[in-house]
Structure formats: structure tokens, C-alpha cells
């Protein structure tokens, strides 16, 4: 798979690249390029199904080590194949909905080594991506 700059791909995995990424992160930035949810939505889950395909990110949640207690965030993938992972993001990731609360956070991709490699041999995203934010 071939990531071109200043593309959704590139994005996800650019900001993945940081720690863990949320789906309502990867939504945020899916709406620099498609406005309407509906679009949005579909352009995000063929871009996520591309990107792991390829061996780029993994699709999981965070979890806590101790749940008891609820200390000790980690990274866990979610069980099945990536058609099963397919099947659970879509019905997670509803941008749709307006209160964000349950489903921005209901998701989180983890870049691989290879994906990794990806991020390192491209050019920073441009800055017009991040104008507004923090």
C-alpha cells in the first residue's frame, strides 16, 4: 500500500504514530476531507480496513491492567479477524449520533513497526491539518 502525503492515510497513521488513537480523533480529522457523516464514516472505516490490511495499525481498545481497581490503562486488540474488528468498529463508531461521549473513545488504533516505518519515511502532514488545535 502506498501512503501518499497529506492524505487521510497519512494522517491516521501520523497521529497514531503519537500513542494510541481514538476513533473520534481519526473522525476529526476524516472531516478535513469528507463533511457529510455518512461520507465521513465510510471513508474512516475503508481507511481503517486499508491501513490494517497493509499491516499498518492494529484495531483494539484500552483496557485496565488491574480492572478492580481501575489502574493501568494498555492498549488491548480486539479478538477476530480483521473482518470481525470491521464488523465491531462499524457498529461502534457512530458519528452520527451528536453526544460523542460513548463512541469517540469506544475505539483505538495502535500503529505497528511497519507502520511506523511508513511515518518515518514521510514528510510531516501539513500544517492547515492542525490549525484550531492545542
Not at 488491548?76 to 469517540?104: C, F, I, K, N, Q
Request: glycine share 6%; aromatic share 12%.
Amino acid at each position: 500500500m502506498n501512503i501518499e502525503p497529506d492524505t487521510i492515510e497519512h494522517l491516521v497513521l501520523q497521529q497514531a504514530a503519537d500513542d494510541w488513537l481514538p476513533i473520534g480523533n481519526a473522525s476529526a480529522y476524516a472531516s478535513d476531507f469528507v463533511t457529510d457523516l455518512a461520507e465521513r464514516k465510510a471513508l474512516l472505516l475503508d481507511t481503517i480496513r486499508s491501513l490494517a490490511a497493509a499491516g499498518y495499525i492494529r484495531i483494539g481498545q484500552l483496557a485496565f491492567h488491574d480492572p478492580e481497581q481501575r489502574r493501568g490503562l494498555h492498549w488491548v486488540e480486539w479478538s477476530g479477524g480483521l473482518d470481525d474488528h470491521m464488523a465491531r468498529l462499524a457498529e461502534v463508531y457512530t458519528p452520527e449520533v451528536e453526544d460523542t461521549t460513548w463512541w469517540y473513545y469506544a475505539c483505538w488504533l495502535n500503529l505497528t513497526d511497519a507502520g511506523r516505518q511508513i511515518v518515518e519515511a514521510l514528510p510531516e502532514p501539513d500544517d492547515r491539518f492542525f490549525k484550531g488545535l492545542p
